[in-house]
């Protein structure tokens, strides 16, 4: 017996692995993480499979759900949203897990901000810009390192992707024009790969008012930077004056 932590990816069942549309579809006990698992992903689990939904549970009843399909010697598929290794708090289902003695593995999943991206069709990296994509949230009721707290990630001006973080965008948007300036390409992307999936561009300036307007309130991923622009220079990895190891310069 087993818990196998899959990842849902952001919710299009043809975002999921062949991994995971396998182990949903021969599943007999499945935890799933609330509303952010769509229906068209939990409609591949098998009729007779039985489903707990972890948004109503505590961390003790999700281990007592272990410890019966241990008792039953039968795999329990615990479905994370997206990747279960970012905002899954799988870490301390696995310490539960190492202290029973049950064997786990992880399958990793698509993650919302992936998706985001995909929605937008942009490179989340810019030459010259952006080389570096920083995930993380605002501090809400989960605080945040005081050092991690996002007038210093700003500092950086890399690509934000912020998970958890739209209730606070009133809030948010003035901080990060500070670093980013107020003309910053930012977006939010309201359910990913979802039929409702719903897409705000806007700036700093006006992200917030975009947003309020359009009345997204949760499960959106918000990016925020200037390689959002479609200008700015080129990669000089399909630059004809560029050699590498695998090409000669042309001329
Ligand atoms: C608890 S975190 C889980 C993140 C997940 N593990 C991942 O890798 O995408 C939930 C947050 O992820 C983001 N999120 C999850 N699914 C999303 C989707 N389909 N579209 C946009 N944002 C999503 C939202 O910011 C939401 O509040």
Same mark, same amino acid.
Not at 39 to 68: F, H, K, N, W
Not at 73 to 86: A, N, Q, T
Not at 92 to 97: S, V, Y
Not at 118 to 128: D, K, Q, S, Y
């Given at each position: 017996?087993?818990?196998?932590?899959?990842?849902?990816?952001?919710?299009?069942?043809?975002?999921?692995?062949?991994?995971?549309?396998?182990?949903?579809?021969?599943? *007999?006990?499945?935890?799933?993480?609330?509303?952010?698992?769509?229906?068209?992903?939990?409609?591949?689990?098998?009729?007779?499979?039985?489903?707990?939904?972890?948004?109503?549970?505590?961390?003790?009843?999700?281990?007592?759900?272990?410890?019966?399909?241990?008792?039953?010697?039968?795999?329990?598929?615990?479905? *994370?949203?997206?990747?279960?290794?970012?905002?899954?708090?799988?870490?301390?289902?696995?310490?539960?897990?190492?202290?029973l003695g049950i064997a786990y593995q992880v399958v990793p999943g698509v993650s919302a901000f992936?998706?985001?991206?995909?929605?937008?069709?942009?490179?989340?990296?810019?030459?010259?810009?952006?080389q570096t994509v920083i995930l993380t949230r605002a501090a809400g009721r989960t605080p945040v390192p005081e050092e991690q707290a996002l007038e210093r990630l700003a500092a950086a001006r890399a690509t934000l992707c912020l998970f958890l973080s739209v209730q606070q965008l009133e809030a948010l948007a003035p901080t990060l024009a500070a670093e980013y300036g107020s003309d910053c390409p930012a977006a939010a992307v309201y359910r990913a790969s979802w039929p409702e999936e719903r897409i705000v561009r806007g700036t700093l300036g006006t992200i917030a008012a975009q947003v309020a307007a359009e009345g997204i309130g949760r499960t959106a991923l918000l990016v925020v930077g200037r390689a959002l622009d479609r200008g700015g220079p080129a990669s000089r990895l399909y630059d004809a004056g560029f050699s590498h190891g695998y090409r000669q310069a042309e001329g």
């Open positions: 017996m087993q818990v196998i932590f899959v990842g849902a990816g952001p919710g299009d069942p043809e975002l999921l692995t062949v991994r995971a549309a396998r182990l949903l579809q021969s599943c *007999h006990c499945c935890i799933y993480a609330g509303s952010l698992i769509s229906p068209q992903v939990l409609a591949l689990l098998p009729a007779t499979a039985t489903r707990y939904d972890s948004a109503g549970m505590t961390l003790e009843q999700i281990v007592q759900v272990y410890r019966q399909a241990q008792a039953q010697d039968m795999d329990v598929v615990r479905l *994370h949203s997206g990747d279960p290794s970012i905002y899954g708090a799988i870490r301390e289902q696995m310490r539960a897990l190492d202290a992936q998706a985001a991206a995909a929605a937008l069709r942009t490179e989340l990296t810019a030459p010259e810009t952006s």
